[in-house]
Nanobody, 129 residues
């Protein structure tokens, strides 16, 4: 069974950057589309970025477009989320998720969150002055 582990979170000041990593427990990350989600207290878990199988067609939520970049290192079975120009509104628990066999991710679809087969435990990102 696939296991996902997030790392790279922490506390930063507004305007600073963080790079999150999502490491898979097995070879063959190219079999999955990968999504990044975040959830703040009292709010829903929403997708912020995703990429299809074999690093195909990355997508971004409007709130992070131009600031966040998702990338894949297939040799290390690791997906990254580079987060630049962070603001307090980005404070949340961030999760990576994997959708087996999905050629593309459907970030804009309401059902996308529930279509993922595997989830990491989440990692906290806090942005404050």
């Amino acid at each position: 069974q696939l296991q996902l582990v997030e790392s790279g979170g922490g506390s930063v000041q507004p305007g600073e950057s963080l790079r999150l990593s999502c490491a898979a427990s097995e070879l063959g990350l190219d079999y999955y589309a990968i999504g990044w989600f975040r959830q703040a207290p009292g709010k829903a878990r929403d997708g912020v970025a995703c990429v299809g199988r074999n690093n195909f067609l990355p997508k971004y939520a409007d709130s992070v477009k131009g600031r966040f970049i998702v990338s894949v290192d297939s040799d290390r079975d690791t997906v990254y989320l580079q987060m630049n120009n962070l603001s307090p509104e980005d404070t949340a628990t961030y999760y990576c998720a994997a959708d087996y066999g999905a050629a593309i991710c459907k970030l804009a679809e309401p059902s996308y969150r529930d279509e993922n087969d595997y989830w990491g435990r989440g990692i906290q990102v806090t942005v404050s002055s």
